[in-house]
């Protein structure tokens, strides 16, 4: 089993930025492709970026050029540093664990608060 803790959220202003946190524990060695998703109020969650154990990345295109996944796989963390933000970016951010192969399955944290207003 994998257990995924999130840190890092908060309230900002727009343009500002936050980074954050997702430290897994217990069998990090099944740990596969690690991602960022977020669910704001009323919408259905989605993905925001993944990143695989080779650190090949991918981005919804809403935050292309402004987040940044990376992991540290010593660390067995995942963060995500996000930049100039925007309203529309609030949300629950989740960040999730694919682990192992046959079959595979999905492990998530239990979320953290991102709250972008002036």
């Known amino acids: 089993q994998v257990q995924l803790v999130e840190s890092g959220g908060g309230l900002v202003q727009p343009g500002g930025s936050l980074r954050l946190s997702c430290a897994a524990s217990g069998s990090t060695f099944s740990i596969n492709t690690m991602g960022w998703y977020r669910q704001a109020p009323g919408k259905e969650r989605e993905l925001v970026a993944t990143?695989?154990?080779?650190?090949?990345?991918n981005y919804v295109e809403s935050v292309k050029g402004r987040f940044t996944i990376s992991r540290d796989n010593a660390k067995n963390t995942v963060y995500l540093q996000m930049n100039s933000l925007k309203p529309e970016d609030t949300a629950v951010y989740y960040c999730?664990?694919?682990?192992?192969?046959?079959?595979?399955?999905?492990?998530w944290g239990q979320g953290t608060q991102v709250t972008v207003s002036s």
């Open positions: 999730k664990a694919r682990v192992g192969y046959f079959p595979p399955y999905d492990s």
């Open positions: 990143i695989t154990r080779a650190l090949n990345t």
